[in-house]
């Protein structure tokens, strides 16, 4: 994992870059995306159902209970990495489905965490 300084609308962010089979994952505060080629556009799509690790670190908490409603916005897992905590929301309003970590997990740039259904 490397980190680079990214300029969107004249602000600066700093975010985790990682490349694995997939593609290269990019990870800032609360998300994280993949990028990869054209032929793997569909099977990404399927993964908007899931919260992902923003960057590697440790599951402080986890507030998401298998089989409860998330709103989008809701706090669903805490990640704590380089000193600093990471709420990671509900990308959408659905049914928690799958929570795929533990409390005190290390996890890696790009890990399902939690998966919702719609």
Known sequence: MSWEVISINGETHR??????????????????????????????????????????????KILAELGSQAEEGDVLVILEAMKMEYRLTAPHTGMVEEVLCAEGDLVDLGAVLVRLAE
């Not at 990682?18 to 990019?26: E, S």
């Not at 899931?50 to 960057?55: G, T």
């Open 15 to 60: 975010v985790a870059v990682a490349r694995d089979r997939q593609g290269v994952w990019i990870g800032w505060p609360g998300r994280a995306a993949l990028f990869s080629s054209e032929s793997r556009v569909a099977a990404a799509m399927d993964q908007q159902d899931a919260v992902r690790a923003p960057m590697t670190g440790r599951v402080v």
